[in-house]
């Protein structure tokens, strides 16, 4: 049995410890409200894929929108600040 190996080099090198890096770790924590606001809605549309949404799906649904794009909107306005870019995001 022949072994098929990679004979180019791959296009992401991989670190030692196939660990983030601290700078990416970062990143990620920085990021992490409008993670977990998109969770929450891809949770909120995912309950509601075998069946017809209620109302109250339908406010979970809208609730949990309006937070990712609060977060989204959150995020910008923070990067604007920090690069000191004259007209933010509103």
Do not use: C, F, Y
Not at 24 to 42: F, G, Y
Not at 65 to 90: C, D, I, S
């Amino acid at each position: 049995m022949k072994h098929i190996i990679a004979l180019h080099t791959p296009a992401t090198p991989w670190s030692d410890g196939l660990e983030p890096s601290d700078a990416e770790l970062d990143v990620i924590e920085w990021e992490m409200p409008l993670i977990l606001a998109e969770v929450d809605l891809l949770d909120a549309q995912i309950t509601v894929l075998d069946r017809t949404p209620s109302v109250l799906d339908e406010r979970r649904i809208r609730r949990a929108h309006r937070k990712v794009l609060a977060a989204r909107q959150t995020l910008l306005n923070q990067a604007a600040a920090e690069t000191n870019l004259p007209g933010g995001a509103a």
